[in-house]
């Protein structure tokens, strides 16, 4: 697990994804299963028609089910768009039609449109490797927005050895085509001694719409792109000739500049990787000539079709520099004072951040809850990558149901989504997304209804949204081919519903319309889907079915991939964190319908049953742990072993593999395991204030032995027998320990309730609230001042930050722990 996260290389997938389903399963499917037509909706009626006149009626009835089956799964929902047709583009939402919507490169802008022309830097100290897509691996040491504002402004901080870049943007409304903007690119080398030649590389490029032409001054500067494109019109982007900080008159620097074919936004890197040739010089008047490696003028990979054109300016030059492009929109030449470039692009960004750091008091309050600058900065960095995050993504999932062996492509999609990881995951996470949403209502609410729209538009006609969004060739070429297919029996905790339960009484009424019929039927596909054994009690589909190669066998829909459950997956299951999800759901439900003048019927039922204590005790409550617990076959005494396969003669010794024992027949029981999962009902809120039940889940929090650490609570207690255990050879602990942001933020939360709720554990509640806040806030200040970035996880025994990083999707929730805002 770990391990190939740590993996480093260059463009292509490098990265385990969160949640992942082992090929292993899909090879059994494929095989027990017979293959169905892999076609759209109309065909497929066509064809089932034909098929029950051939096969007779008890045949065709199976038949017509699979592929009724296999129809709905690619159909989009019949309910009309959350997102309203041409509400994104650039007349009705000019605000956030460009923006940095391209969260895995280091630089780059795009448009809110499917086919979007894009635009990017790369850059290369010779000598060093050629920097575009973001990397946790032997990259930058740092890298990050340290002000973003998610519409018009961003300042980002890029160290890469000696070299510090500083990136920045700021957008100008006009006209009809999203207006204009201006890049500025600041370049300084910390230290003493001669630093490598630096290049930087501007490009634009088309994905398949669009047309550019180059202007060229002089035959090797590329001076301007001018472009068309649908949504653009007509459109310039100038490239300014560098000068030195603090100057005006331009700076000494060696040109090349590279027009070529695209044959995918993917492969950017390779093709300008590829052109580049040591035959370039960089003679500046009075100094030593040197050779550098510069881009050959035209280029592109041999024997691939083009889908698109890449115009590219390479500047080398030595640091310090500033170099400005400016993108101008023809429909707003009328609406342009003067180019916004140079002392005026200075003003401008001043501007921009002076209105960043108003607004940033004003919503958080930082300042008057007295956060020192530093801390202060740490807060507008956390937000700003998330913002900077955010991304606009176009293409098709690939689906697969539990009754067919052929995956198929989903319909064609777009999300605008942030990210939970510039570097891993820079794409849309189903559960991830209900957490980015808590922050970023507070500071954009509109922009946070958008984005919940968008991923409603997601769901197929059974009321399924895929919890991994991979669309489009970008996204796609950084996932390993096996983890693309989603699967459709898989939920995700519906954690869109926690962000919605704080839009909700903003939100204007049009707009909850349209989503309620969408998040009806979401909701009862999760009902449906994920119906426990008994009533009220649910179970997540979609576990790991070979039990024996695991320690314990994952959960991924739960999004605790590894936390341990039931030793062996059986119907029985009763899952206690889906049964909270389902309870915070059906309560959401019902305050929506309330808010549409609807009967909240049948939500308002559901979830009182659900918060009944009595009914979760039954259900839950593990008197031998004294905690609440997950129930099923379980059995208490699970080991892996390593084991030696049978030697065959004649043939090498083979490897010996670890493999799972059990040495205690499991039984219908609880699961005997104290973490996240057994904090649910506190963390949702559920137990009631007076609840017998809640001095034992805050004595299980507060113990050093259990959950508590200097850094936040950890997920699995530490005298837990699955506490930072592997669960196969491959899969070092991933929910076993470490202290995740996104659980801490929902405990603090929940704390602060029970704070301020009369019952006797009040003062308890309040104390443990206000050590857990300092702890979390604490540490993860400290290790960003250490190391520049948020985390995945910190490890319970330091607090050192884990796993993927920047990692400013959930854990950007500290602002709202620092702000108190809950
Ligand atoms: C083009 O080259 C000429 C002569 O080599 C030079 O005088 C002029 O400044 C150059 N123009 C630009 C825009 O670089
Ligand atoms: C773009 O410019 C061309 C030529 O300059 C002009 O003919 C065309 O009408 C313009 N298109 C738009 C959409 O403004
Ligand atoms: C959930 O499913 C149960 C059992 O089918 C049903 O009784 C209940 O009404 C459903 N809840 C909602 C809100 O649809
Ligand atoms: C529990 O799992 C074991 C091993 O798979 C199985 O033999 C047994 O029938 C299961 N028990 C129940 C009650 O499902």
């Not at 089932?48 to 690619?74: C, D, K, P, Y």
């Not at 700021?170 to 500025?184: A, E, L, Y």
């Amino acid at each position: 697990m770990a391990g190939e996260r740590r993996r480093r290389g260059g463009d292509g997938p490098r990265e385990r994804p969160r949640e992942r389903d082992p090929k292993h399963r899909q090879q059994q499917k494929q095989q027990q299963q017979p293959r169905g037509p892999g076609r759209g909706r109309t065909v497929l009626v066509a064809s089932a028609a034909a098929a029950a006149l051939a096969l007779g009626l008890v045949a065709a009835a199976t038949e017509w089910s699979r592929w009724s089956e296999a129809s709905r799964l690619v159909t989009p929902h019949p309910a009309p768009p959350a997102v309203p047709p041409g509400s994104t583009g650039p007349l009705a939402s000019p605000t956030y039609f460009w923006g940095t919507y391209r969260p895995h490169v280091y630089f780059g802008m795009k448009t809110r449109s499917p086919r979007s022309v894009v635009t990017g830097l790369m850059w290369l100290q010779h000598g060093g490797g050629l920097r575009h897509t973001c990397d946790s691996g032997d990259g930058p040491a740092r890298y990050g927005w340290v002000m973003h504002d998610g519409e018009n402004f961003g300042v980002q901080e890029i160290r890469d050895g000696r070299l510090l870049l500083r990136t920045e943007f700021v957008k100008q409304p006009g006209g009809d085509h999203g207006g204009d903007w201006s890049w500025r690119v600041t370049a300084r080398t910390e230290g003493k001694g001669p630093a490598p030649l630096l290049s930087l590389f501007f490009y634009v490029a088309t994905d398949g719409q669009g047309e550019l032409r180059p202007v060229l001054h002089n035959g090797t500067r590329l001076a301007a792109v001018e472009g068309t494109s649908e949504e653009l019109g007509n459109f310039t982007l100038t490239f300014l000739p560098p000068t030195g900080e603090g100057e005006e008159e331009p700076k000494y620097a060696s040109y090349n500049f590279l027009a070529a074919g695209v044959p995918g936004l993917h492969r950017l890197t390779e093709l300008v990787q590829r052109s580049l040739r040591e035959a370039s010089l960089f003679s500046p008047p009075g100094r030593p000539r040197r050779h550098y490696l510069g881009v050959s003028r035209t280029g592109g990979l041999p024997g691939e079709p083009p889908q698109g054109q890449l115009l590219l300016h390479q500047v080398t030059l030595e640091a310090p520099a500033v170099l400005e492009a400016v993108l101008e929109s023809g429909s707003a030449a009328g609406a342009r004072r003067g180019r916004l470039a140079g002392r005026a692009l200075g003003t401008a960004l001043a501007r921009h951040a002076a209105a960043f750091e108003r607004r940033f008091e004003d919503t958080f309050g930082l300042g008057a809850r007295g956060a020192t600058p530093p801390q202060r900065r740490f807060a507008q960095a956390a937000l700003s990558e998330l913002l900077g995050g955010l991304g606009f993504f176009h293409g098709r999932s690939l689906l697969r149901s539990e009754r067919r062996s052929e995956p198929l492509p989903g319909p064609e999609a777009v999300l605008f989504t942030a990210a939970p990881s510039r570097s891993c995951f820079p794409r849309g996470f189903l559960w991830d997304e209900g957490f980015h949403l808590l922050l970023l209502g507070r500071w954009a609410p509109a922009l946070a209804r958008d984005v919940l729209a968008h991923w409603l538009d997601l769901m197929n006609a059974d009321g399924w949204i895929p919890r991994e969004q991979i669309l489009g060739d970008e996204a796609r070429a950084r996932v390993p081919p096996e983890f693309v297919l989603q699967h459709s029996e898989t939920a995700n905790p519906p954690t869109l519903l926690l962000a919605l339960e704080r839009l909700l009484p903003d939100a204007p009424l049009p707009y909850l319309r349209r989503l309620s019929p969408r998040l009806r039927a979401w909701f009862s596909w999760l009902n449906r889907t994920q119906a426990g054994p008994e009533p009220l009690t649910f179970r997540w589909r979609g576990r790991d079915t070979d039990a024996e190669r695991f320690l314990n066998p994952k959960t991924l829909a739960s999004g605790l991939d590894d936390y341990p459950r039931a030793s062996h997956p059986s119907e029985q299951e009763r899952h206690l964190d889906l049964r909270c999800w389902m309870a915070l759901g059906a309560r959401v439900l019902a305050a929506l319908a309330e808010r549409l003048g609807e009967p909240p019927e049948p939500y308002g039922d559901m979830a009182l049953a659900l918060s009944d204590n009595a009914l979760l005790e039954r259900h839950h409550w593990a008197p031998e742990l004294g905690a609440f617990a997950d129930f099923g076959n379980h059995s208490t005494a699970v080991a892996l072993r390593w084991h030696r396969p049978a030697p065959v003669p004649g043939q090498a010794p083979p490897a010996p593999r670890l493999h799972r024992e059990v040495r205690e027949a499991p039984r219908p029981r609880f699961v005997g395991a104290l973490g996240y999962v057994s904090l649910f009902p506190l963390l949702l809120q559920l137990l009631r204030a007076d609840s017998p039940r809640l001095p034992a889940l805050l004595g299980a929090m507060r113990s050093e032995a259990k959950l508590w650490t200097p850094f936040g609570l950890r997920s699995l207690a530490r005298d837990s027998p699955w506490y930072l255990q592997r669960n196969t050879e491959h899969d070092p602990p991933y929910w076993r320990g470490s202290v995740w942001v996104n659980m801490n933020f929902l405990a603090l939360r929940a704390l602060h309730g029970y704070a301020h709720a009369a019952g006797p554990h009040r003062e308890q509640a309040a104390r443990l609230y206000r050590e857990l806040r300092h702890n979390l806030v604490t540490n993860m200040f400290r290790q960003h001042e250490a190391t520049g970035f948020l985390w995945e996880q910190y490890r319970d025994s330091d607090g050192a930050g884990q796993g993927c990083h920047p990692f400013a999707g959930w854990s950007a929730l500290v602002v709202l722990a620092m702000a108190e805002d809950y």
